[in-house]
Structures are given as C-alpha cells and as structure tokens.
C-alpha cells in the first residue's frame, strides 16, 4: 500500500479501489466515507479491489505488497504468506493464460475468514498438468498448492470468463 487511506468506491488513476475500516472525521468523529456506504465494520470495508492489465506480470508484486499490507491493517497479518503465495499463483495463472487481464478481489469477512478471488476473461477451466515429464518442470503446480493450502477453494464461470477463488480461516 502506498501509505494513503483510500475510501470506499474510490478509484485511483490505476484502476484499482482499496476499502479500508471506519473514516475518521471532522474532529474526530468516526463514519464512512459516503452516504449511504456501509456501516464501519461490515466486509466492504475489509476489501482489497485491484484491477491488472494483460500479461502484466510485473503487478504480481504489487498484489504481493498491497495484500500483506491489507492484511495487517485489518489484523490479520498470520493469513500473510499462505494468502500472498496463493495469490500470486492464481494473478500469474490469469495473467499468462489468458492474455485479458485480471480482477483480483480479497475480502476479509467478519468471520475473519478471508476470501481471495481472480477474475479473468476466458472460460476456459484451468486443470492440472497431466503430463508425466512434467514432474521435472518449474511450473505448473500452482492449483496443487492452492488445493494443499487454502481452506476451500473453486472455479465458476461468470459470463465470459470465470473467477478462480480460494478461502482461508484463522488458525
């Protein structure tokens, strides 16, 4: 995260919308940002919103960063490793295999349950690597870690793409 508090619904010049807790203002008093927003405490105020160009595999780590910092902020910072290596296998799958882009979604609900979710446009569904000499290669095992590591995880199709998505719960 860049150090600035963004408010919900707020667009950056990237594209990308960060949603943060209460809003604190004039003199002292506790809100949210914009009428009729929800209430401080609800999970649209727990939510990460990053929007990535195509074959943009430098953001990566920008998604890496901005999620840790997320996490922290919300005080959960022991979600950290499992949720940035997850992500970052799921952002580098869209990235690579799709050529459209990604949406990338984290929510942390009130159940402290945190909800990562990848959007990407083709419909597709992703699969394990089935060849045998694969065993050997430096890639292609990234749904084998999302399916050791996450809580639940899945795919949907959603119009004309699908979003790739995992879960994790406190320890």
């Known amino acids: 995260m860049d150090g600035q508090s963004r408010f919900p619904r707020q667009r950056t010049s990237s594209g990308d919308a960060y949603r943060s807790g209460p809003v604190k203002g004039p003199a002292g008093t506790t809100g949210t940002a914009l009428p009729g927003a929800p209430a401080p405490g609800c999970a649209l105020h727990r ?49 690579l295999h799709t050529g459209k882009g990604a ?9 402290h349950r945190l909800r990562i979710e990848v959007q990407d446009g ?14 050997y290669a430096t890639s292609g095992r990234g749904l084998l870690l999302v399916e050791a590591l996450a809580d639940s995880w899945g795919v ?7 979003v790739t998505w995992f879960e994790l719960a406190l320890p």
């Open 156 to 162: 949907q199709l959603r119009g004309e793409g699908k």
């Open 122 to 135: 083709a419909s597709r569904l992703p699969g394990r690597r089935r060849d045998p000499a694969g065993e």
């Open 47 to 95: 939510r990460l919103h990053l929007t990535l160009d195509p074959a943009d595999l430098a953001e990566v780590g920008s998604v890496r960063r901005r999620l840790r910092s997320a996490l922290s902020h919300w005080g959960v910072p022991e979600l950290s490793d499992t949720a940035e290596l997850l992500s970052s296998e799921l952002v580098t799958n869209a990235l």
């Open 103 to 111: 949406v990338f979604d984290a929510v942390l609900g009130s159940d």
